[in-house]
């Protein structure tokens, strides 16, 4: 063990000091853009221009102090701007990320579930103590709830129209219709996309959340989709023999335990000319590498509250976690379960993922 100095050194003591003041203020920080999120305040700003803290509050029929108070916190932040004394502007790119819903990469829909996500945390030490984690119906339906708002911005409006036309002959397919398999579904989102875009395809999501089944259903239900249906592979899985034009498996293979064993259930289910869309963290090869994307604090903690957690769930799961598929790995699981051509998707934009497509 390494002895400890009698003196600490200062300029280090102050680097860790500022790292606990962080945590404290990334506490502070989620519950104000929880409140602006529940109080409508992102969605009031949005396109106003500048204003100042009596007209937005008398807006809103708010108390204008406490308005004010919000006001310049989230300035601080740097989520909206400060144009002088008690007058603030919200500036286009932030009213993308807060409060547009339909933007791709937005966050506005997680935001109501800011608390539900302090929940999930709290309750994920007992891992750390018996190396089994927790399923994502562990999580229950606020979870499953708060995995479709996550990623639902970009499976409903960049998949299908800037996705799937990278994808040689797939769209074509589709037109013809198809039949398509989304594994590892969710809520449903990225499947009801693709029912609602090629009403002739035949569209099958899977998923065992179950949490996840019942807003896929309710969702279906409220779109009034008839060409999509959803299925728990627990009880009714994947096809053993060739039937599939196109397999998607979005932002989930690394949360599965044994995504080896899925990768082989999709090579049977798949035809011969079909194509597996395959989305998925863009890791780099190795943990410490990983160190050096700015988001790698946010990554990991993701990684303990869910992605390791379900990854850790059954006695025999592999435990991947985000970085657990970097795209050597991910080469080496697909040509393990049987496809031969393995390739980038280039053009795709995203701050975190990779895009791969996989043929027979």
Same mark, same amino acid.
């Given at each position: 063990?390494?002895?400890?100095?009698?003196?600490?050194?200062?300029?280090?003591?102050?680097?860790?000091?500022?790292?606990?003041?962080?945590?404290?203020?990334?506490?502070?920080?989620?519950?104000?853009?929880?409140?602006?999120?529940?109080?409508?305040?992102?969605?009031?700003?949005?396109?106003?221009?500048?204003?100042?803290?009596?007209?937005?509050?008398?807006?809103?029929?708010?108390?204008?102090?406490?308005?004010?108070?919000?006001?310049?916190?989230?300035?601080?932040?740097?989520?909206?701007?400060?144009?002088?004394?008690?007058?603030?502007?919200?500036?286009?790119?932030?009213?993308?990320?807060?409060?547009?819903?339909?933007?791709?990469?937005?966050?506005?829909?997680?935001?109501?579930?800011?608390?539900?996500?302090?929940?999930?945390?709290?309750?994920?030490?007992?891992?750390?103590?018996?190396?089994?984690?927790?399923?994502?119906?562990?999580?229950?339906?606020?979870?499953?709830?708060?995995?479709?708002?996550?990623?639902?911005?970009?499976?409903?409006?960049?998949?299908?129209?800037?996705?799937?036309?990278?994808?040689?002959?797939?769209?074509?397919?589709?037109?013809?219709?198809?039949?398509?398999?989304?594994?590892?579904?969710?809520?449903?989102?990225?499947?009801?996309?693709?029912?609602?875009?090629?009403?002739?395809?035949?569209?099958?999501?899977?998923?065992?959340?179950?949490?996840?089944?019942?807003?896929?259903?309710?969702?279906?239900?409220?779109?009034? &989709? !008839?060409?999509?249906?959803?299925?728990?592979?627990?009880? /009714?899985? %994947?096809?053993?023999? @060739? *039937?599939?034009?196109?397999?998607?498996?979005?932002?989930?293979?690394?949360?599965?335990?044994?995504?080896?064993?899925?990768?082989?259930?999709?090579?049977?289910?798949?035809?011969?000319?079909?194509?597996?869309?395959?989305?998925?963290?863009?890791?780099?090869?190795?943990?410490?590498?990983?160190?050096?994307?700015?988001?790698?604090?946010?990554?990991?903690?993701?990684?303990? &509250? !869910?992605?390791?957690?379900?990854?850790?769930?059954?006695? /025999?799961? %592999?435990?991947?976690? @985000? *970085?657990?598929?970097?795209?050597?790995?991910?080469?080496?699981?697909?040509?393990?379960?049987?496809?031969?051509?393995?390739?980038?998707?280039?053009?795709?934009?995203?701050?975190?993922?990779?895009?791969?497509?996989?043929?027979?």
């Amino acid at each position: 063990m390494t002895a400890v100095s009698a003196e600490p050194n200062p300029q280090v003591l102050e680097q860790k000091f500022g790292v606990g003041f962080g945590v404290m203020g990334g506490i502070n920080n989620a519950q104000m853009v929880y409140l602006g999120s529940k109080l409508g305040l992102y969605r009031a700003m949005q396109g106003i221009g500048q204003f100042t803290s009596s007209e937005f509050a008398a807006r809103l029929g708010l108390a204008e102090r406490f308005v004010r108070e919000w006001l310049y916190q989230q300035a601080a932040m740097g989520v909206i701007e400060c144009r002088g004394p008690e007058r603030f502007e919200m500036l286009p790119e932030a009213a993308l990320v807060f409060a547009d819903e339909t933007f791709p990469l937005t966050m506005a829909p997680t935001l109501p579930y800011i608390p539900a996500w302090f929940e999930t945390g709290l309750a994920s030490s007992e891992a750390f103590a018996t190396g089994i984690g927790r399923p994502y119906d562990g999580m229950g339906e606020q979870g499953a709830r708060f995995m479709d708002a996550f990623f639902s911005g970009w499976n409903r409006a960049m998949l299908v129209p800037d996705a799937l036309p990278r994808l040689s002959g797939v769209v074509e397919k589709l037109r013809a219709g198809g039949k398509v398999a989304d594994v590892g579904c969710g809520a449903g989102t990225a499947p009801m996309a693709v029912a609602s875009a090629f009403p002739q395809t035949d569209v099958h999501g899977y998923d065992n959340s179950v949490h996840a089944l019942a807003v896929a259903e309710e969702a279906k239900q409220k779109a009034r &989709l !008839a060409n999509v249906t959803f299925h728990n592979p627990d009880t /009714d899985p %994947l096809p053993p023999e @060739p *039937t599939f034009d196109l397999v998607l498996t979005l932002d989930c293979l690394h949360d599965m335990s044994r995504p080896d064993l899925v990768a082989a259930a999709i090579r049977r289910a798949i035809k011969p000319d079909g194509a597996w869309f395959i989305v998925d963290f863009d890791a780099a090869p190795t943990a410490v590498e990983n160190l050096q994307n700015p988001m790698a604090a946010m990554i990991f903690g993701a990684s303990i &509250l !869910a992605c390791l957690q379900s990854s850790a769930s059954t006695p /025999d799961g %592999l435990a991947l976690g @985000p *970085t657990g598929l970097p795209e050597p790995k991910m080469r080496e699981l697909v040509t393990n379960a049987g496809f031969t051509r393995f390739r980038r998707v280039e053009g795709l934009a995203h701050p975190v993922n990779a895009y791969y497509e996989v043929r027979p």
